[in-house]
T-cell receptor, first 114, second 112 residues
Framework: NAGVTQTPKFQVLKTGQSMTLQCAQD?????MSWYRQDPGMGLRLIHYSVGAGITDQGEVPNGYNVSRSTTEDFPLRLLSAAPSQTSVYFC?????????????FGEGSRLTVL | AQSVAQPEDQVNVAEGNPLTVKCTYS??????LFWYVQYPNRGLQFLLK??????LVKGSYGFEAEFNKSQTSFHLKKPSALVSDSALYFCAVMQAGTALIFGKGTTLSVSS
């Protein structure tokens, strides 16, 4: 099984550019989420989704948009990139959000905004 | 609001010695508690979780964690550390029906 697949693995943007980080899972998981990881700050939740058509904000949602049109995909959009969004981004999914199932993580996407 | 604290940025231990990585939490109601491990340039991997039941939870790679409700703690332990256990460890907490919140992480360094 592929599990959780994130693309691209590396990306360099200029300030003001837009881009989409892709996340796909093949485990039929209801719950998907996006985190960013910064040194000394651990993982912070950006957005999450408990099922197709349902999304909600996490701790640090500003500057990011998400949508969940299918169970498999949960893309993260940066509409106008800023240097503060330089980070490593992780997508994660779980089979049972309310039942507190374990999260399965992708390998991460390293984004640099100049 | 729920929160989780890992008071130590780094824990150093010699191979063969027991290790403890500390975690305390704050939630309303009963918590769901997790430990994850991250190796360099990789995503996080699940180690163990506490939902209900026995306060001592056993997980992957010989790790275990003890839930202490009165001290609101969920410390990760292993009786005998290996050099290969060296990694970044995250504690996480979920209040039922909400999202998973992570601590800032503790770097475990096991020396040979």
């Amino acid at each position: 099984n592929a599990g959780v697949t994130q693309t691209p693995k590396f990306q360099v943007l200029k300030t003001g550019q837009s881009m989409t980080l892709q996340c796909a899972q093949d485990m039929n998981h209801e719950y998907m989420s996006w985190y960013r990881q910064d040194p000394g700050m651990g993982l912070r939740l950006i957005h999450y989704s408990v099922g197709a058509g349902i999304t909600d904000q996490g701790e640090v949602p500003n500057g990011y948009n998400v949508s969940r049109s299918t169970t498999e995909d949960f893309p993260l959009r940066l509409l106008s990139a800023a240097p503060s969004q330089t980070s490593v981004y992780f997508c994660a999914s779980s089979y049972a959000h309310r039942g507190a199932g374990e999260l399965f993580f992708g390998e991460g996407s390293r984004l640099t905004v100049l | 609001a729920q929160s989780v604290a890992q008071p130590e940025d780094q824990v150093n231990v010699a191979e063969g010695n027991p290790l403890t990585v500390k975690c305390t939490y704050s939630v309303s109601g009963n918590p769901y508690l997790f430990w994850y491990v991250q190796y360099p340039n990789r995503g996080l991997q699940f180690l163990l979780k506490y939902i209900t039941g026995d306060n001592l939870v056993k997980g992957s790679y010989g790790f275990e964690a003890e839930f202490n409700k009165s001290q609101t703690s969920f410390h990760l332990k292993k009786p005998s550390a290996l050099v290969s256990d060296s990694a970044l460890y995250f504690c996480a907490v979920m209040q039922a029906g909400t999202a998973l919140i992570f601590g800032k992480g503790t770097t475990l360094s096991v020396s040979s």
